[in-house]
């Protein structure tokens, strides 16, 4: 086998995409915990999880903290797990080191993606394929000059992923490492961009995305 006939095969359909789904923050401003928040006749963890899965991940890490023992019956399904973040206080930095630690090994990519930021499989699969497509370190959604979510990143910039933290800017060095290695999926819907964080804004996306 050549070395172009190797790359084709790594980067073709049985390419493997892990997901970690944060979801340990305490919610404060929405005043309730998020991953159980009603979305589309389910939770938004098991909407989340779901979704991911249809959408082409292999795999769904979710990193638990604040609350987690309320989460977890919710947290189901074949090739999704759980892990608890013990220092989930100290920033979002620390839940995705979390993640990583549960992820496969064999894994060609990682995906990530908060609880409080609800896609459709349609969203996840259109940034899965252009991956497997492109296979460039990073593969980001964009809105009219803006990023989204799902990431997804390379699994050789694990290392790099491994060493974030909250004084270092976190996942924007990662970023800033590799400007010149970013693969952009573009979206004329934005929620690529939702957020989830108040109760007024969760309201509005019901209204929108739920109706």
Not at 162 to 168: A, D, K, L, P
Not at 179 to 197: K, Y
Request: net charge negative; charged share 25%; with cysteine.
């Amino acid at each position: 086998m050549n070395d172009s006939e190797e790359t084709n095969m790594r980067r073709g359909p049985s390419a493997r995409v892990s997901a970690i789904l944060t979801a340990a923050g305490e919610s404060t401003r929405m005043g309730s915990p998020k991953p159980l928040l009603r979305w589309h006749g389910v939770t938004l963890v098991e909407y989340q999880t779901r979704c991911l899965l249809e959408g082409g991940v292999s795999e769904v890490v979710v990193v638990l903290g604040h609350r987690a023992e309320d989460v977890i019956p919710f947290v189901k399904g074949p090739n999704v797990r759980y892990v608890v973040n013990s220092r989930y206080r100290e920033g979002k930095t620390t839940s995705i080191k979390t993640g990583l630690a549960a992820v496969s090994l064999d894994a060609d990519a990682i995906a990530l993606l908060a609880v409080d930021q609800p896609r459709t499989a349609d969203v996840v699969s259109r940034v899965v394929t252009s991956y497997i497509e492109n296979d460039t370190a990073i593969t980001s959604p964009r809105y009219q000059g803006h990023g989204g979510h799902p990431l997804i990143f390379s699994a050789r910039l694990r290392p790099e992923l491994e060493s974030i933290s909250e004084e270092n800017q976190g996942l924007r060095q990662v970023f800033q490492n590799h400007l010149d290695e970013i693969t952009e999926v573009f979206f004329d819907d934005p929620i690529i961009r939702l957020d989830l964080n108040t109760p007024e804004a969760y309201a509005e996306a019901q209204l929108f995305y739920n109706s």
